[in-house]
Antibody
Framework: EVQLVESGGGLVQPGGSLRLSCVAS????????MHWVRQPPGKGLVWVSR????????SYADSVKGRFTISRDNAKNTLYLQMNSLRGEDTAVYYC????????????WGQGVLVTVSS | EVVMTQSPATLSVSPGERATLSCRAS??????LAWYQQKPGQSPRLLID???TRASGIPTRFSGSGSGTEFTLTISSLQSEDSAVYYC??????????FGGGTKVEIK
């Protein structure tokens, strides 16, 4: 069974940093592109970032470019999101998601982790 | 950026009735469209890929259609467990990957 388990969320002040982790199991992690998708409280889904299966290529939403860094450790089956210079509008539940093998959509999702940016 | 617009925002349907949800793209996305279901307090779940292909384990009452800029998700006979928010997502012209704002389906 595919499992994605996020951790690392919490309350952080504006301008602060946080690193999210997502541990994968039940599939060959190193074979899949992975993503972060966020959902502000009471709102819809917003794509954040994507990383190649071997970590060699990444892409970002404009709203986080230059502040967030996606990375992965295939030996540890773990996806990361380093978030710096956090703003109030970054407050959201952050999901890690596995990319489908045949299309750039999301066939498995973690349970999500809440990040709150507030003073 | 491709803007995805979903309508209606909320749909109230009686059990056993048909529910029809719409998703419109600001430019053609061919058939590169997915639908997700998100129940309260849960993560999204992939329902439909390629505009019309049901994902693994998805009941046959869910069907998708459309191409280009106009898409439809149909729930042929609504069950109580189908109460959720439904999102469309395009993956034709990106980054960024973009989602619609969602349609909330309520059981009447």
């Amino acid at each position: 069974e595919v499992q994605l388990v996020e951790s690392g969320g919490g309350l952080v002040q504006p301008g602060g940093s946080l690193r999210l982790s997502c541990v994968a199991s039940g599939f060959t992690f190193s074979s899949y592109w992975m993503h972060w998708v966020r959902q502000p409280p009471g709102k819809g889904l917003v794509w954040v970032s994507r990383i190649h299966s071997d970590g060699s290529r990444t892409s970002y939403a404009d709203s986080v470019k230059g502040r967030f860094t996606i990375s992965r450790d295939n030996a540890k089956n773990t996806l990361y999101l380093q978030m710096n210079s956090l703003r109030g509008e970054d407050t959201a539940v952050y999901y890690c998601a596995r990319e489908s093998p045949v299309a750039v959509n999301f066939d498995s999702w973690g349970q999500g982790v809440l990040v709150t940016v507030s003073s | 950026e491709v803007v995805m617009t979903q309508s209606p925002a909320t749909l109230s349907v009686s059990p056993g009735e048909r529910a029809t949800l719409s998703c419109r793209a600001s430019q053609s996305v061919s058939s590169n469209l997915a639908w997700y279901q998100q129940k309260p307090g849960q993560s999204p779940r992939l329902l439909i890929d390629g505009a019309s292909t049901r994902a693994s384990g998805i009941p046959t009452r869910f069907s998708g259609s459309g191409s280009g800029t106009e898409f439809t998700l149909t729930i042929s006979s609504l069950q109580s467990e189908d109460s959720a928010v439904y999102y469309c997502q395009q993956y034709y012209n990106w980054p960024p990957l973009t989602f619609g704002g969602g349609t909330k389906v309520e059981i009447k």
